[in-house]
């Protein structure tokens, strides 16, 4: 059966527009998905603290939650979002103001600078998705030597597509996202949890002649080695030593050093809260801590408990292999959980009447490039580069926090001193807190403590 040529030039014309709208949505698909990876995060702002405002990578779902970055771990949001893009929200700055005693709770208008924000995002995604799509064009255009008359009539023909397809895209999928903002009023309402309350002062007179604090677990107490002289129960219970780094620094500057640290300690176990020991009680150390009203410094070392640290390098030991499925995800959930109480703990620090320089202790390497005394404990280089990929999350958390808090972050080097050398900073298996400093190991934080001290008195101008 033969077509007629009127019916011939239909159908061609027909197969000209298909294949142009097909184009021009793959195009507009490919135009809009760059725009995500470039468009930028949009800043906002309230009760001094900042937010910036962008978007997950698109999934295949129609909903779900958002995610909260927060000193560089991304938390999954409470409440769901319709569409693919959903947001993405990331805490970057935090003012010393009274604000931040507030321990997470924003001023009321956070929900409309986070609406404002996200509406903003939009508009600079439909920008670039625009200009994407005209750079493609010019460059097909280019490619096929088209005329400067089709070379526009792509160009225009393919902003106007993209510019349709995102807007009806935001409309359908994404317009349910500022009502969703609108119910925000705190960080912690973005991920269901409710905020730490501020730590009350510890009954009792003022510790006028402290000079620093110090606060935290283990590393911070220098367990493992001799006890301070004429200990109370207090420095039993947490195995607080003469050789700590806390000591290190009182007897380098003629400090009275208050070492409140404590083993076993973790953020909302000790620091924020009492500690319980076996039959002991320990008070919040941050309680005592604000007793020491005219102290200049205080010094955190956290994270480490807080992590179940000692019983995931035990596992890994004696496990085949140390990134399978199940401990990979106890580990980024334990992470996700001490990043929130991170910055409940920072928040508290911040608000501290006296305003002391705080300095955050990151953790040493205890394992160093040789490895090869540690494969009788079941840790080969294949372990140990797993363990020291999770410590360096660890510490990247706590830099990050102390970053956006504008405290300082500091971080012992062991280089030459790990487990497998000469003279080792870390005790091993056979020592009475295996991979805890030595004596030499808590010198040396106190070595890293004192040159940061030594960098912020110079950066602070004389009166």
């Known amino acids: 059966m033969r077509v007629s040529g009127s019916a011939g030039k239909w159908l061609r014309r027909a197969r000209r527009v298909l294949v142009a709208a097909v184009a021009l949505a793959v195009l507009s698909g490919v135009s809009i998905w760059l725009a995500v990876q470039l468009t930028p995060m949009q800043s906002v702002s309230a009760a001094g603290q900042t937010v910036s405002v962008g978007a997950v990578q698109p999934g295949r779902s129609m909903s779900g939650p958002g995610e909260l970055e927060l000193f560089g771990e991304a938390i999954t949001t409470r409440p769901h979002f319709e569409g693919p893009i959903r947001p993405l929200l990331k805490l970057t700055h935090i003012s010393l103001g009274s ?49 400067r008359r089709a070379m526009l009539a792509m160009v225009a023909a393919a902003v106007v597509s993209v510019c349709a397809v995102n807007a009806v895209g935001i409309y359908l999928l994404a317009s349910g996202t500022p009502r969703v903002l609108r119910q925000i009023h705190s960080l912690d309402d973005l991920v269901g949890r409710t905020p730490a309350q501020p730590v009350p002062p510890a009954k009792g007179p003022a510790l006028k002649d402290v000079n620093a604090v110090v606060l935290g677990d283990s590393t911070a107490a ?41 083993q076993g300690a973790t953020v909302t176990d000790g620091v924020l809260g009492v500690q319980t020991r076996g039959d002991d009680v320990v008070p919040p150390q941050l309680a005592v801590a604000q007793r020491a009203t005219s102290a200049s410094t205080v010094i955190v070392s956290i994270g480490a408990n807080d992590m179940n640290w000692s019983a995931l390098t035990a596992l890994c030991a004696k496990s085949p292999v140390c990134d399978d499925k199940a401990s990979t995800a106890y580990f980024t959930e334990r992470l996700a959980a001490f990043t929130q109480n991170y910055l409940d703990l920072l928040q508290q620090l911040a608000a501290l009447p006296h305003h002391p320089q705080v300095l955050i202790n990151e953790y040493y390497d205890p394992f160093g490039p040789d490895t090869k005394c540690l494969e009788k404990e079941g840790l080969t280089p294949e372990k140990v580069q797993v363990l020291d990929s999770r ?59 004192q040159q940061a001290l030594t960098t912020l008195q110079r950066a602070t101008p004389t009166p």
């Open 391 to 449: 410590l360096a999350d660890i510490n990247d958390v706590l830099e990050s926090g102390a970053r956006t808090l504008h405290f300082t972050s500091v971080r012992p080097d062991f280089s030459g001193h790990t487990l497998c050398t000469e003279q080792p900073f870390v005790q091993d298996s056979t020592g009475k807190a295996p991979l805890h400093p030595t004596a030499g190991g808590e010198l040396a934080i106190a070595l890293a403590d």
């Open 222 to 262: 220098g367990i493992g080695n001799p006890l301070v002289e004429h200990p109370t129960d207090a420095d039993r219970t947490c195995g607080r030593s003469a050789d700590s780094f806390a000591a290190d620094l009182a007897s380098a500057n003629g400090w009275n050093v208050l070492n409140l640290a404590c």
């Open 99 to 147: 604000q931040v005693g507030d321990t997470g709770a924003l001023l009321p208008d956070l929900s409309r600078q986070l609406t404002s924000g996200w509406v903003r995002y939009c508009l600079w995604e439909s920008l670039i998705a625009a200009g994407c799509a005209a750079v493609i064009a010019v460059a097909v255009a280019g490619v096929r030597r088209a005329t």
